[in-house]
């Protein structure tokens, strides 16, 4: 069944305002809409679809629905359904960033940010318990997991180079197997067109803003377009490098900031990765007031999606071939386990600068470790930390629900 443009519009609009909760959350709305509810996609074209939305870096969610509608109505219908899944997030973002920074500094206020950042360590601590239960199966991704820990935690190695190793390792010792059966694809005609197209419209607009001399535009479009690239196992693996780089490197924003993004990220529908739109619009606020702010939004969602239509439409034909070949997926399984380690240092940056004001730590030769001072221990902050642990764990608490009660708490904390 081939659906309209209007019912099209109308379907991923909905998936686009409803996907709440992460990836697994707007992967399953998705299967009840386009599987479940109406006949556009079957079973098997549906998992292999995320399949290879897995293997690609990028946000998997945004590209499964950009697959869809490609399936179903071709370039336009990716275009359709990839746009809504990401247009209300990032309306929403754009809001909480003039809101933050209107009202971010009133001492109420930032104490009910400490019950976001609070809830922000048990949300991660969550996401690293469900990926190492799916990921660490067997003795070698527990070794690679515990590499890629020391690697960015201890010896401070660039994400992508940890990244790059474990693909390589995962690629080069899995067994040959010969490809499994496929059915033929849809083909998109001339592949090198599309992608000449494709990364024309990415890095033009970037080059321009190079030539013209805007700088805190440029750096942020180049920063996030080396991002989209490199972002394998979704938001959270590569937050600490973005971290590091727009705190430490560019001092764009405090690490504060930093964490206050990913808790207001996390209350909006769309890919968590809309987290860069906040980051870059609280740093052209900082920078230049509302105007540069939404200049650096619309830099920041251009450089960090434009490349997933780029992946689509250059792999969406070949789905069954990617799919089929063993080595690809034996990447992607090294790639995975090697997230669950750096998945651990964030929880570990996270608790480290949420629950101590003072992390001086300490170098010994190329390893680096932070260290918090234990005089510095933010009691409030351990409260709500554990409070938060308590809804989510124990009494499986819905995320809205938590964030709502920990600001609450937060702010009650304040009053008192």
């Not at 001492?107 to 990921?135: C, D, E, H, M, W």
């Not at 003795?139 to 690679?144: A, D, L, N, S």
């Not at 790639?335 to 929880?347: F, P, R």
Request: proline share 7%; with cysteine; hydrophobic share 55%.
């Amino acid at each position: 069944m081939t659906p309209s443009t209007s019912e099209l519009f109308r379907v991923f609009g909905r998936i686009g305002l409803l996907s709440f909760g992460g990836p697994a959350a707007q992967i399953s709305l998705m299967h009840q809409e386009l599987v479940e509810r109406r006949p556009w996609l079957d079973e098997q074209t549906y998992l292999r679809a995320l399949s290879l939305c897995m293997l690609l870096p990028g946000p998997e969610a945004m590209q499964l629905a950009t697959y869809a509608g490609w399936r179903l109505r071709g370039v336009l219908g990716g275009l359709i359904a990839g746009t809504l899944f990401i247009l209300p997030g990032a309306l929403i973002i754009a809001i909480l960033v003039g809101l933050y920074a209107a009202y971010g500094d009133l001492p109420l206020v930032q104490a009910g940010f400490l019950g976001v950042k609070a809830t922000v360590i048990v949300i991660v601590l969550q996401a690293l318990r469900n990926l190492s239960r799916k990921a660490l199966i067997g003795t070698e991704p527990r070794i690679i997991a515990a590499l890629a820990f020391v690697a960015i935690f201890a010896l401070n190695l660039p994400f992508p180079l940890i990244i790059l190793t474990a693909a390589i390792w995962g690629f080069a010792t899995s067994r040959s197997e010969p490809p499994a059966p496929s059915t033929p694809s849809p083909t998109l005609a001339r592949p090198a067109q599309t992608a000449a197209l494709w990364l024309t419209l990415w890095l033009a607009p970037l080059i321009a803003l190079d030539l013209t001399g805007y700088g805190l535009l440029s750096d942020l479009g180049w920063f996030f377009a080396k991002l989209a690239v490199v972002t394998f196992g979704g938001a959270y693996a590569v937050l600490a490098y973005m971290t590091q780089t727009v705190v430490e490197t560019y001092g764009w924003i405090s690490t504060d900031q930093m964490i206050d993004a990913l808790g207001l990220a996390e209350t909006t529908p769309g890919p968590l990765i809309l987290v860069t739109q906040f980051v870059a619009m609280l740093s052209g606020q900082v920078a230049g007031g509302a105007g540069l702010a939404l200049a650096a939004g619309l830099v920041a969602l251009w450089a960090t999606f434009v490349p997933c239509f780029l992946w689509i439409f250059l792999a969406a034909p070949y789905l069954d071939k990617i799919a089929a070949r063993p080595r690809p997926a034996a990447a992607m399984r090294a790639i995975t386990a090697a997230v669950v380690g750096v998945i651990l240092n964030l929880s570990v940056w996270f608790g480290l600068n949420v629950l101590f004001t003072l992390v001086p730590g300490g170098a010994w030769g190329p390893v680096s470790i932070p260290l918090p001072d234990p005089s510095t221990l933010d009691i409030r902050a351990l409260i709500l930390t554990l409070g938060a642990g308590l809804l989510i764990f124990r009494l499986k608490s819905g995320l809205a629900t938590t964030l709502a009660a920990m600001v609450l708490a937060g702010m009650m904390i304040q009053l008192l």
